[in-house]
């Protein structure tokens, strides 16, 4: 059986004043795969999810996305682009409840609120306790799962996860781990982890 490619890397070269950030010759990474990048601090993974994630385009080189080539990635349309989410290491979060951050994705979309939907993402990241809260008022780990949330409530063909478990204790590792293991299973998504 083929495999449907979602990313393809062709000569990708990201420079940033003088300095090559990201030297990649090829890349593949395939539909409903768990693609870990692993690497030391400053050797451009954070770089490679934003261009994966279509939020900046390679200086040099052609970045392939579910078969459509993309050298500047402001050409990308949006159906494209809301394909796929990254949840960065260090999320930020809007002023106001747990629940009105989760939700605010599908505001953005003109989705109806989908109180089930919501409601069990809550539950499943053990937030259900704290959904009325003011995300100010939130542990470093309860915001985490937030941001988890709110990437996963638009149910993305691709997720993108920059270090999401850093300097994390081990109950809100686990919790973070298992959802997205379970999304990966459910969802059959193709999942990036930094």
Same mark, same amino acid.
């Given at each position: 059986?083929?495999?449907?490619?979602?990313?393809?890397? &062709?000569?990708?070269?990201?420079?940033?004043?003088?300095?090559?950030?990201? &030297?990649?010759?090829?890349?593949?990474?395939?539909?409903?795969?768990?693609?870990?990048?692993?690497?030391?601090?400053?050797?451009?993974?954070?770089?490679?999810?934003?261009?994966?994630?279509?939020?900046?385009?390679?200086?040099?080189?052609?970045?392939?996305?579910?078969?459509?080539?993309?050298?500047?990635? &402001?050409?990308?349309?949006?159906?494209?682009?809301?394909?796929?989410?990254?949840?960065?290491?260090?999320?930020?979060?809007?002023?106001?409840?747990?629940?009105?951050?989760?939700?605010?994705?599908?505001?953005?979309?003109?989705?109806?609120?989908?109180?089930?939907?919501?409601?069990?993402?809550?539950?499943?990241?053990?937030?259900?306790?704290?959904?009325?809260?003011?995300?100010?008022?939130?542990?470093?780990?309860?915001?985490?799962?937030?941001?988890?949330?709110?990437?996963?409530?638009?149910?993305?063909?691709?997720?993108?996860?920059?270090?999401?478990?850093?300097?994390? &204790?081990?109950?809100?590792?686990?919790?973070?781990?298992?959802?997205?293991?379970?999304?990966?299973?459910?969802?059959?998504?193709?999942?990036?982890?930094?």
């Amino acid at each position: 059986m083929k495999r449907s490619r979602v990313y393809a890397l &062709d000569h990708i070269r990201q420079v940033y004043a003088t300095r090559t950030t990201l &030297d990649i010759e090829a890349l593949e990474i395939y539909a409903g795969e768990i693609f870990v990048i692993v690497g030391p601090s400053g050797a451009g993974k954070s770089t490679l999810l934003r261009l994966l994630a279509l939020l900046e385009s390679p200086t040099n080189g052609a970045l392939h996305f579910f078969g459509e080539s993309w050298a500047n990635v &402001d050409k990308v349309p949006l159906v494209a682009r809301r394909r796929v989410t990254l949840l960065f290491q260090r999320p930020l979060l809007l002023n106001g409840t747990v629940r009105a951050n989760v939700e605010y994705p599908l505001k953005l979309r003109g989705i109806g609120k989908t109180q089930t939907l919501i409601s069990n993402l809550l539950e499943q990241l053990g937030l259900s306790k704290v959904a009325n809260a003011k995300t100010a008022s939130l542990s470093g780990g309860e915001l985490q799962r937030v941001a988890l949330a709110r990437a996963l409530v638009i149910e993305p063909d691709v997720l993108l996860l920059d270090e999401p478990t850093a300097n994390l &204790d081990p109950y809100n590792v686990a919790v973070i781990e298992q959802m997205i293991q379970s999304y990966h299973r459910t969802r059959s998504a193709t999942v990036v982890i930094v």
